[in-house]
């Protein structure tokens, strides 16, 4: 008997507070988080299942509006867009030894090495490239 109420107090004891990385402060959609957004708070270890270190967050994007004192999850974050839809960006289309260069404009978002498509401003033509840097995008023809 003694035995069975050691057991039911156990499973009601207060949970073990672990310290968990949380937002200092809000942080909206596309913005980049960086290790000084965060502080260090003990939180329980059920609502710390799943956090992301400080380093692992360290220069992701937000995915969307987080609010402060949010433990930060791996869907709470992407990786940091360097074409976003609608901007201008410089196509490079690659051929061998033979490399031009042309203005236009992205029609989808991308991290570096994600695929998306751009217009060619001189053209208006339609181009599938890759994500390259900041605003550029590579296309390699056979």
């Known amino acids: 008997m003694l035995g069975v109420l050691g057991l039911a107090l156990l499973a009601f004891a207060a949970p073990e507070d672990v310290p968990v990385a949380v937002l200092g402060h809000a942080v909206q959609k596309g913005d980049r988080i960086e290790a000084g957004d965060f502080a260090v708070e003990q939180r329980p270890a059920a609502t710390a299942r799943g956090a992301l270190t400080i380093d692992q967050a360290s220069g992701m994007e937000a995915a969307r509006n987080l609010p402060a004192g949010t433990v930060v999850r791996q869907a709470d974050l992407m990786?940091?867009?360097m074409v976003r839809r609608g901007e201008p960006v410089t196509i490079r289309i690659v051929s061998g030894p033979l490399i031009i260069t042309a203005a236009g404009r992205?029609?989808?978002g991308g991290s570096r090495g994600e695929a998306v498509r751009?217009?060619?401003n001189a053209t208006n033509r339609t181009l599938d490239g890759v994500v390259e840097a900041t605003g550029a995008v590579r296309i390699v023809t056979p």
Do not use: D
Request: no cysteine; aromatic share 0%.
């Open 79 to 81: 990786r940091p867009q």
């Open 106 to 108: 992205a029609l989808g």
């Open 118 to 120: 751009v217009v060619a």
